[in-house]
């Protein structure tokens, strides 16, 4: 499938540094989009420690369920990423595929199998022959090279118009460290625990255990906090990495202080693949911010913020650039979050709508009609109650996400 570039494009992505001791290669397999690059293959050398988290999804797809185990161990030796097959829902050899490939990784790189995780994303329900890939990696491994992160970018793509990949570096006491991030995501997009698929790299060395803490926090007000269509796909999944190059000291406990600037930069790459990906919701015209604040506490915030960005009626409305306001507020009542009507208050590109649960006396709709011209929306809602507070990301809906959905396999 070939589709424009969204609108929402960044101008430019960062050129990813090298994340010493982690190489990646890319290739077209399978004949899918038309020979663009569509496998991934990335080796840790040395081996790294990794955590990662996975969709909630009930009908995960087989290599979430082999890739959860791989994590469990602690450590990672290679990643083989496929688009254009998500390797769900297909029985029996959806297993198999996943065995022959990671059997043929370990062979071709001399790792073991079982620290060889997978990730698969494009259409559900058909086989995956795992024999292309198999037999494109000779070639995948002859080329692996610590430049080649936004080429593995463009490979994990499926109805994405853009790569999205972003880059950070702090220090751990006094030692630079950088993290690396890829993602793709378009449609099928409201993560529930990770996202369409995000692999993240950092040359510090810090263990599985920490980690996995590290990448909990920052996935919760980043990754998960956009959404497209309010669809959690069956094969979400995000990985952190660590090569331990970078050498600094061993720090054991995720709350370390000296953590702090890490777990900075990790949420710096993790929100700013969120945002891409908000940006490349299928059909997209519109990046949306929505800000809630007041709420009882994070979790009504963020209950309220996801039922505004994933109504059809807010969505459609920005879409039209129609200053329906009423749509807010009735996603605000549905959403079960506690709100105090009395103190209820609504605006848009910073212009007060709504205050004291009512019409703002003197509204003038006219620079709320101007900012629903622009690319870039801003919602805020304050639910009157208490201190809590969310930010989420999201996109309008057009008549793009259908024609993209309705062709999907065509």
Known sequence: MSLPVSPLAPRELPDLPPIAGIRLASAPVGGYYGGRRNVLLLAADSGCQVAGVFTKNRLCGDPVTWSREVIRGGALRALLVNAGNANVA???????????????????????????????????????????????????????????????????????????????????????????GIAKGSGMIEPNMATMLAFVATDAKLDAGVLDALLREAVATTLNAVTVDGDTSTSDMCLLMASGAAGNADISDAQDARLDGFQAALEAVLRDLAILIARDGEGAQKLITIDVTGAKDEADAMLA???????????????????????????????????????????????????????????????????????????????????????????DLTHGYIDINADYRS
């Not at 807010?314 to 039209?320: P, Q, R, S």
């Not at 703002?360 to 208490?386: K, Q, S, W």
């Open 90 to 180: 297909v029985g029996a050899p959806g297993m198999a595929a996943i065995e022959a490939k990671t059997a043929a990784v370990g062979a071709c790189l001399g790792v073991p199998a079982s620290q060889v995780a997978v990730a698969s994303t494009g259409v559900i329900g058909q086989p995956l022959d795992p024999k292309p890939y198999v037999a494109a990696l000779d070639g995948l491994a002859e080329r692996l090279s610590e430049r080649a992160w936004l080429e593995g970018a463009e490979a994990i793509m499926t109805t994405d118009t853009f790569k999205k990949a972003a880059t950070a570096q702090c220090e751990i006491d006094g030692v630079l460290v950088t993290i690396n």
């Open 305 to 395: 913020a996801k039922t505004i960005a994933n109504s059809p009626l807010v969505k459609t409305a920005i879409a039209g650039e129609d200053a329906n306001w009423g749509r807010i507020a009735m996603a605000v009542g549905r959403s079960g979050a506690e709100v105090n009507t009395a103190r209820l208050a609504i605006a848009m590109g910073g212009t007060a709508i709504v205050e004291r649960g009512g019409l703002l006396a003197g509204y003038d709709e006219a620079p709320v009609a101007e900012h629903l011209r622009g690319r870039e929306i801003t919602l805020t809602v304050d639910l009157g109650v208490g201190h809590g507070k969310a930010r989420v990301w999201t996109c």
